[in-house]
C-alpha cells in the first residue's frame, strides 16, 4: 500500500470536464486519489495520467454509481490500494432535460439513481470507513443552485441535487463529530454552460456578470478541505444568481 501517512481522497465522476480539475487540485493539496469513470476510460485515463504527475500513487476504477454493487466494489478496490480516507467529493452525476409530462421511468431511474442514489451510497460506505479513524475526515457533496430554484424540464435532476442537499445534513449530524460533511451548489460553470438557458441570457441574471469558473469551485473546496468547525452547510458558488 502506498505510505499511510499522506491523505487520501475517494472522488466519484473525476473525469469530466470540472470533476477532473477538482481532482487535480486536491492531488496538488498533497493528496492520494482514488477516483471512478464510467462511460470514457480514454478521458480516465488521461486524468489519471496528469494526476499522478502530481500524485503518483493515485488510481482509479470503473463504477456506475447508481449500484450499489459497484459502488461496494469500487470501495474493495479502494481498500486494496489504500489504508486511510481523509476525503470523499461526490461529483459523478448526470443532467439532461426532461419534459414533465413526459418523463419516463427510465430518465427519473437514470438520473435520481445515478445523483441521489449514487450519492446516498457512497457518503454510507466512505462513513463505515471514516468514523473508525481515529482523525477527522470529510465529504464534500456537489449538488447544484437548481436545487433552490424551478428549472422547467429539468424535474428528475433538480429534485435529486436538492435531495443530496437534504442528505448532506443528514450525514454532517449523524457522523458529527469524526467526519465533516458539506456541499457545494456550483451555478453556471463555463465548463459545462448551457445549463437550462443560454449563456449570454445567464450572465443577465448574474450579479457578478460571468459563468463561474472551475477555478472557483477549486477555492470552495479547498475551503471545506482546511475548515474545521463548519458541517451541514450548502455553499453556493454562483456568482449571486440566487439573489435574483
Known sequence: MPNSGKKVCF????????????????????????????????????????????????????????????????????????????????????????????????EWDNLVDTNLKGAFFTMQSAARIMLKQPFTSRIITMTDISAGLVWRNYAPYTVSKSGIQHLTRIFAREAAPKILVNSIAPGTISAYSGRGDEPDDLVGKIPLERLGDPMDIVMAIRFLMETEYITGQVINVDGGRLLF
Open 11 to 106: 472522488m466519484t465522476g473525476a473525469s469530466g470536464k470540472l470533476g477532473s480539475e477538482i481532482a487535480l487540485a486536491v492531488a496538488g493539496q498533497g493528496y492520494s486519489i482514488f477516483f471512478t469513470w464510467q462511460h470514457s476510460e480514454e478521458r480516465a485515463q488521461e486524468t489519471l495520467e496528469k494526476i499522478r504527475w502530481v500524485s503518483p500513487e493515485s488510481q482509479m476504477a470503473r463504477c456506475d454509481v447508481s449500484s450499489v454493487a459497484e459502488i461496494e466494489r469500487a470501495f474493495a478496490v479502494f481498500s486494496e490500494h489504500f489504508d486511510r480516507l481523509d476525503l470523499v467529493i461526490t461529483s459523478a452525476s448526470n443532467f439532461y432535460r426532461t419534459d414533465l409530462l413526459e418523463v419516463t421511468e427510465a
